[in-house]
């Protein structure tokens, strides 16, 4: 599957950013994400829409998001939209990505990333 972002924060072209996504098993996202797109259709626009085809904003992502975390008893205070970028960050880094792979990924142009890497001290 291929993810084109055409807008995004501190966009410095107009080309959009493609990343390529593959499936891995039946609880990986991008499953879930076809079957979202199979429901609501694959079309140029915003990703995550309301029936009316409106974008949601991001204070409804932060209800939404806030509200799943409460129901599954999680302190929604330590979760934000960027806990999502920080996840992607250190996951990449985690499996080896290199630091470009990484600032590809995440779209920055500076070494910014890194204070989204969160790699666990180790304890002996």
């Known amino acids: 599957m291929q993810l084109s972002i055409r807008h ?6 107009s080309r959009p950013v493609v990343l390529e996504i593959e499936a891995k098993s039946h609880h ?3 499953i879930v994400m076809k079957r979202y ?7 140029s626009g915003p990703l995550f829409i309301f029936a009316d ?6 204070s409804y992502f932060a ?3 806030a509200a799943c975390l409460s129901h599954c008893g999680y302190d929604t205070t330590r979760y934000t939209g960027h806990s999502f970028r920080i996840g992607a960050a250190t996951t990449a880094a985690e ?4 630091d470009v792979q990484i600032q590809n990924m995440g779209r920055w142009k500076s070494t910014a990333f890194r204070r989204y890497i969160r790699i666990p001290m180790m304890h002996s």
């Not at 995004?8 to 072209?13: A, I, N």
């Not at 085809?53 to 991001?58: D, G, K, L, M, N």
């Open 8 to 13: 995004y924060k501190h966009q410095h072209s």
């Open 28 to 30: 990986c996202p991008l």
């Open 37 to 43: 797109l199979r429901v609501h259709g694959s079309t």
């Open 53 to 58: 085809h409106t974008p949601i904003s991001a």
């Open 63 to 65: 209800r939404q998001l």
């Open 95 to 98: 499996r080896g990505f290199t």
